[in-house]
């Protein structure tokens, strides 16, 4: 796994070893980064499930002023770290050891965030469970982005009863991205 673009382009990424991670494609991430680059410049972003760092620290390395890494096993925080401190972008970076939902909640009555990513364990009705909880903290407003990745077979279908509205879906072999925005504004 490689950052693709920006200031740290090319330098290679450590990964925990083992299955409790998946790093996301070279090839499905400059696919979703050519999608979020209007986002990126000087923009706050949440990289939710972050496993080993590597969509966030794709978008540090493509001007995002800010990420915000949450990621529940220490192993993996702790190549986040070692990730952020290789590609010396931890100076932009908060690295928080806690569930997605958890850290949500903790984080609330912090500055919405401009964009959110979340690629959870799949089928497990987890990128659900925070969508619940984020709609209604600080965390978000009618501008930001919300990115989850999904397996093919998630159904979304409440995402728009939560009040998220689906703005664009992008289907791969085995996942999907669905971005997202809160309150029906695209």
């Known amino acids: 796994m490689r950052v693709i673009a920006g200031k740290a382009r090319s330098l290679r990424l450590k990964t925990i070893e083992g299955m409790e991670t998946r790093p996301t494609t070279d090839r499905i991430k400059e696919t ?6 209007p986002y990126l410049a000087d923009c706050r972003f949440l990289d939710l499930f ?16 800010l990420c915000v890494f ?6 993996a925080a702790d190549c986040i770290r070692e990730n952020l401190k290789f590609t ?17 909640k903790r984080m609330d009555g912090e ?10 364990p799949y089928n497990k009705g987890l990128e659900l ?22 397996s093919l077979t998630c159904s979304m279908a409440e995402v728009e009863q939560m009040g998220y509205e ?21």
């Open 50 to 65: 972050a496993g080993s760092g590597g969509i966030g620290i794709e978008a540090l390395s493509r001007g995002a002023d």
């Open 111 to 120: 500055a919405p965030f401009h964009c959110i990513f979340m690629d959870p």
């Open 129 to 150: 469970q925070v969508l619940e909880v984020l709609k209604d903290t600080s965390l978000i407003d009618e501008d930001t982005l919300i990115v989850v990745e999904a």
């Open 70 to 75: 949450v990621e529940q096993q220490k192993k």
């Open 88 to 104: 010396r972008l931890d100076g932009q970076a908060q690295v928080i050891v806690s569930d997605a939902v958890s850290a949500v």
């Open 32 to 37: 979703l980064f050519n999608m979020l680059q």
């Open 166 to 186: 689906i703005i664009k879906e992008k289907c791969y072999k085995t996942n999907r991205h669905l971005f997202l925005k809160k309150g029906g504004k695209v």
